[in-house]
């Protein structure tokens, strides 16, 4: 349980948002139309969820899950603030905190059963590169991160854009964008493993997921987290990430 609790508590709330390598694909015959298709799909996805004008106005999120692992109740609870390059991620099981996330000033620590673990310059790298963003597909250049088109699969039955993000180690992710809907469906990464992004609403004039589905060899079974609340750009007094 410890190792599950870990992977929830670093990577679960990467939010829509986590390594596989990048492949190019062999069917496009040159690289400016690799190029061209990277910002086709992002730019697809941006429209989708509502415009990069009101995705970049967010510069902090709250967001609840609650998901149920082998008769368990978990209640996940994370704040990103990507202003102030700042992450909390609190995961409690039946009623008690069993792991608590802080990154904080370029350092992080991971509270788990009890025992307290400082997070490695590259893991603090990753988090910052894939989760204090909420819409890290705006950032891209800001961040290093290369992307790379790696044409179309079948993902929960509907056809999908698959783009290799290259951001170093761990922060490395392959993401999933539905050609019909332009949103993004799944993520694949080494430290969360598969997750599916479902149920789409609309938050203040943003398309969230309001449903997740992860999948990971530490794992028995896949998990299924509801969201039960997001709330953007909240005044988050410093007390918060402690």
Known sequence: MKKIIVVLALGLLAAPGLTQASVIEKEVSSKSVVENSVKE????????IGGEAKMKAIYNVEMNMEAEIQGMKLIISGVTDQKNERLLNVTEVNG???SKTIVKDGAGTVTAMGQEQSLTDEQVASVLKNQ????RELYLD???????????????????????????GDANTTEYY??????????KSDIV????????????????????????SLMPMPLKAKVTSVKFN?????????
């Open 41 to 48: 799909v992002i730019d697809k996805y941006i429209k989708a």
């Open 132 to 135: 204090i963003y909420a819409f």
């Open 193 to 216: 493993g598969t997750m599916v992004y479902k149920d789409y609403k609309e938050v203040d004039g943003l398309m969230m997921p309001m449903a997740m589905e992860i999948t990971n």
């Open 142 to 168: 800001e961040l290093g991160i290369n992307v790379t088109y790696e044409g179309t699969e079948e993902v929960e039955g509907e056809q999908a854009y698959k783009l290799s993000f290259e951001a170093g």
């Open 96 to 98: 008690n905190v069993m």
């Open 234 to 242: 909240q005044d988050l007094d410093d007390s918060v990430f402690n």
């Open 178 to 187: 539905s050609v019909a809907t332009g949103l993004k469906i799944q993520t």
